[in-house]
């Protein structure tokens, strides 16, 4: 069974609910795109087997949920476990997560609204914000509001289009790929730095002795 048959069943089951759960757990199991169960639940509300609003509410209702699940993760990790993890990543320094806590200290309510409009990002978005102790009330009121406005688009998209939904799935799969190669990209150049700068000799082996 396809992830579609499956969200499509849990509907059918469930009805607007169904949908909730399929995106609480979208947050955390990034392969079953949002992009691909919210079309598909403005389809099914078109055809009557559930209330429009109904699927607004419970999909918005659902993005919250497995955000804040993933925030707890964060919270319970805590800095120092996440800095000790992180340093034991090759090729990564205490100072590039002491320079990306530094960011998300300045940009974090920027990253945690914007980023539940961009995919893969959108979920994990959430844990660096336990991480850093976000006040909760701020962290859910940035991805209500986030989640609200990208589910909406996504499911009036579905609504309209009806069975063409799918239309809507292929724009973003475009979009996704986008995003996913700018993400590798910035990884593979980060390596690369890394490795050239861990091959040039230090100022101390370059000099010579007086």
């Given at each position: 069974m396809s992830a579609i048959d499956w969200v499509n069943g849990l509907m059918d089951t469930l009805g607007a609910p169904g949908a909730g759960i399929a995106i609480a757990l979208e947050n955390l199991f990034p392969p079953i795109p949002s992009e691909a169960i919210l079309p598909l639940a403005g389809f099914a509300a078109s055809t009557g087997r559930m209330s429009l609003a109904a699927v607004l509410l419970w999909t918005t209702a659902g993005s919250v949920i497995g955000a804040l699940a993933l925030y707890g993760v964060g919270a319970l990790l805590g800095r120092d476990r996440t800095v000790a993890l992180a340093a034991r990543l090759p090729l990564v320094k205490v100072s590039d997560i002491e320079r990306t806590e530094a960011w998300f200290l300045r940009h974090g309510t920027k990253a945690v609204f914007f980023g539940r409009m961009i995919p893969v990002?959108?979920?994990?978005?959430?844990?660096?914000?336990?991480?850093?102790?976000?006040?909760?009330?701020?962290?859910?009121?940035?991805?209500?509001?986030?989640?609200?406005?990208?589910?909406?688009?996504?499911?009036?998209?579905?609504?309209?289009?009806?069975?063409?939904w799918t239309q809507v799935t292929d724009l973003v799969s475009a979009y996704s790929k986008v995003v996913l190669a700018v993400a590798a990209l910035s990884v593979v150049a980060f390596v690369a730095v890394r490795l050239l700068r861990r091959g040039r000799p230090s100022p101390t082996e370059v000099s010579e002795p007086s």
């Open positions: 990002f959108r979920s994990l978005v959430s844990v660096p914000a336990g991480v850093e102790r976000m006040p909760l009330p701020v962290f859910l009121a940035l991805t209500t509001l986030g989640s609200a406005l990208w589910n909406t688009a996504f499911v009036l998209a579905g609504h309209a289009l009806g069975a063409n």
